[in-house]
């Protein structure tokens, strides 16, 4: 367009023509950002699920939404902060239950590298319960979010002073601006106070905003998996907020995704994943703390070996035992799995995982932020072709 309008001009030699020229060249910047938004508009539009084109990772159904909400009780809320030219960032909330500020579930955290930040982990592993909710954010607002969740809680619940808050962060700092300070508590309150059951916007949303993986744009993506009836009918889901991997390293239902997509990758840095799993199946601090490390498992099977530059995280809770704060004999009921029926729940996370890694790249869109720096979505038409080459 531009060459085109160069040429318009150096061709204008009369006052008529000049003036033809400028009114021409109006009409075509007008007719191109016109085109331009379809554009973007038509790329939201067309984002899809793994599943609805056609890549079905494992072999265990998934829940009614395929999402983390499967598991009875669980809600997600986001708050998603897109403004201007260099505001793309957000907060994400899962919410175990609605009584979690007072009644406690079993919980577990596993570091894969812990080069990032995850507040209330040392708590939840040390005392085997979770008694937050679970905030995602940018690297630069832990502090907010934290504050948020803290002031939430001493509004709601004035004499609950001594939780918590688990708050997990990802760097989003090369599409946003990350110093400004954007996120607030404010914007903590609201992500649970947003929480709902049901489909959960994936993608560009709350946390992952302004996240990248592999190479691609990224952010929040979920997923999950029900256990046939004769291993227990259980539920497990899982929400990632992606931020990691190089785009040689990407690996989709083991196809070499990365390697085959022609769409040149921008130089990116190593980044990290924040990975939350949730059951109903009556699971043990212990318990848990296996099946978030099988989640590990789902998240390698994408490709990426968590570099030293990386950070990632896993937080997993049960929604099937409940602690009270107190009790009369000072005991209470706990039901507990046996160890035999754990590898189907093992193998459900792992499958929940890889795909919910995926839904963040597929659902995310092309991202325009700070300094101009534009962050390619995964081109759909042409994952498609690469995984119907290799027989998926």
Aim: hydrophobic share 40%.
């Amino acid at each position: 367009m531009q060459k085109f309008l160069k040429q318009m001009q150096n061709t204008a030699s009369s006052y008529r023509t000049k003036i033809l020229y400028y009114v021409i060249t109006v009409s075509v910047l007008w007719i191109y950002s016109i085109s331009s938004v379809n554009a973007e508009s038509a790329e939201a539009d067309t984002r899809a699920r793994a599943r609805d084109i056609g890549i079905q990772i494992g072999t265990l159904p998934t829940g009614t939404h395929n999402a983390i909400t499967d598991v009875s009780g669980v809600k997600v809320g986001h708050v998603t902060l897109n403004e201007g030219d260099s505001i793309r960032t957000g907060v994400t909330a899962v919410v175990p239950s609605d009584d979690i500020w007072t009644a406690r579930l079993f919980g577990a955290a596993h570091t894969i590298h812990g080069n990032g930040e995850a507040t209330g982990i040392a708590r939840i592993n040390q005392a085997g319960w979770i008694e937050s909710p679970i905030l995602l954010t940018n690297t630069l607002s832990v502090g907010a979010v934290h504050d948020g969740v803290v002031r939430y809680i001493v509004k709601r619940y004035p004499n609950n002073n001594i939780v918590l808050p688990i708050v997990a962060e990802c760097y989003d700092g090369g599409l946003n601006d990350i110093s400004g300070l954007h996120v607030t508590a404010e914007h903590a309150i609201e992500a649970i106070e947003n929480a709902t059951g049901g489909s959960v916007a994936e993608g560009c949303v709350g946390g992952g905003t302004g996240m990248r993986c592999y190479g691609f744009k990224a952010g929040i993506g979920t997923s999950s998996r029900v256990l046939p009836e004769d291993r227990g009918g259980w539920t497990v889901g899982v929400l990632v907020n992606s931020n990691g991997g190089r785009r040689h390293q990407l690996r989709i239902d083991g196809v070499p995704v990365g390697s085959e997509i022609a769409d040149p990758p921008r130089p990116t840095r190593d980044g990290s994943f924040i990975i939350v799993v949730a059951t109903d199946a009556p699971l043990t601090h212990r318990q848990l703390k296996q099946l978030a490390i099988r989640a590990t498992h789902g998240l390698a099977r994408t490709g990426t070996p968590s570099t030293d530059g990386s950070g990632e995280f896993v937080i997993a809770f049960s929604t099937a035992n409940i602690f009270p704060s107190r009790t009369e004999t000072g005991t209470f009921q706990v039901e507990m799995l046996t160890n035999g029926n754990l590898s189907s729940l093992f193998g459900a996370v792992i499958e929940a995982t890889e795909e919910a890694i995926v839904n963040s790249m597929t659902m995310a869109t092309t991202t325009t932020g700070r300094n101009g720096r534009t962050m390619r979505a995964i081109p759909l038409v042409e994952l498609q072709a690469v995984m119907k080459a290799h027989g998926r």
